[in-house]
């Protein structure tokens, strides 16, 4: 099969104007991609400041939800006896309400 490079074309709408960006190859990357995207928000009148501000916090939103799920798998991979170590340390400045108001039996925390 041969299949020959044709050019690429992007195209967005907005309030009656129309803007496209081509490019004379169909062996884009994403790096180049977002390129073409940059210039149709420009050609829609965005500015390249807020295009850039807009890439910039998309990029920091996508460091929290690789860090998120770095902290998620580590969880998951703990055992029952590793929570249970790390809920003790976790707990073991906590003061304990040892007074009964609410009629219920009192809390030993030695017995816990």
Do not use: C
């Not at 967005?12 to 995207?37: C, P, R």
């Not at 902290?71 to 707990?91: K, M, Q």
């Amino acid at each position: 099969m041969n299949i020959k490079n044709q050019p690429s074309s992007v195209s967005a709408t907005q309030w009656g104007k129309t803007v496209t960006i081509a490019v004379e190859h169909s062996d884009v990357d994403l790096y180049e991609l977002l390129e073409m995207f940059k210039g149709l928000a420009v050609g829609l009148e965005y500015s390249e400041d807020s295009w850039r501000k807009v890439i910039k916090e998309l990029g920091e939103l996508y460091a929290e939800e690789d860090d998120d799920n770095e902290i998620d798998e580590f969880v998951r991979g703990l055992n029952e006896s590793e929570i249970d170590a790390a809920l003790a340390e976790h707990n073991q400045h906590e003061e304990w309400d040892t007074i009964n108001t609410d009629g219920l039996p009192k809390v030993d925390p030695t017995n816990l």
